[in-house]
């Protein structure tokens, strides 16, 4: 007899980002990162939230994020051309970390993204920029 709980928990919804292989966290990062930089440079609020986490977003001073995009040289000007250093797994989440230039200022920071799950689909629970 099968039953709503015979069935199997779809991989979505029980996945944790951690047991992804390297390549597969790659691919649903760099994607990420590239929206991120492309939104900053643009200085459009409302692409560079939209793959957050709901507690990041709820989380976030609207007002400080918009003085970020328009007084901030760097956020944008971030260079499109990044390199990919490498992951950091804890707990339910996945940092990766970028080397990110700026087209403005001489140098290199260091561009942090965590992933993880929120509702079966991957999200960003944190951005920076070092």
């Known amino acids: 007899m099968n039953s709503a709980a015979d069935a199997p928990a779809t991989p979505e919804a029980t996945k944790n980002i951690i047991e992804l ?3 597969e ?5 760099h994607p990420m990162w590239s929206d991120l930089i ?12 939209r793959k957050f986490s709901y507690n990041l977003t709820f989380g976030l001073n609207e ?9 901030s040289e760097l956020t944008r000007n971030l ?6 250093l490498g992951l ?6 996945v940092t990766v970390l970028y080397r990110v230039r700026s087209t403005q ?5 260091l561009g942090r993204l965590v992933l993880g799950y929120e509702d079966g689909e991957a999200r960003i629970f944190g951005a920076s920029i070092f």
């Open 25 to 29: 966290i790659i691919a649903v990062a």
């Open 21 to 23: 292989t390297d390549e």
């Open 79 to 84: 260079s499109e051309d990044w390199d990919y």
């Open 63 to 71: 007002v400080e994020v918009g003085n970020q995009f328009a007084k």
């Open 105 to 109: 200022k001489s140098g290199e920071w």
């Open 38 to 49: 492309k939104s900053s440079n643009e200085g459009d609020y409302g692409k560079f939230v």
């Open 88 to 93: 950091i797994r804890r707990g339910e989440h």
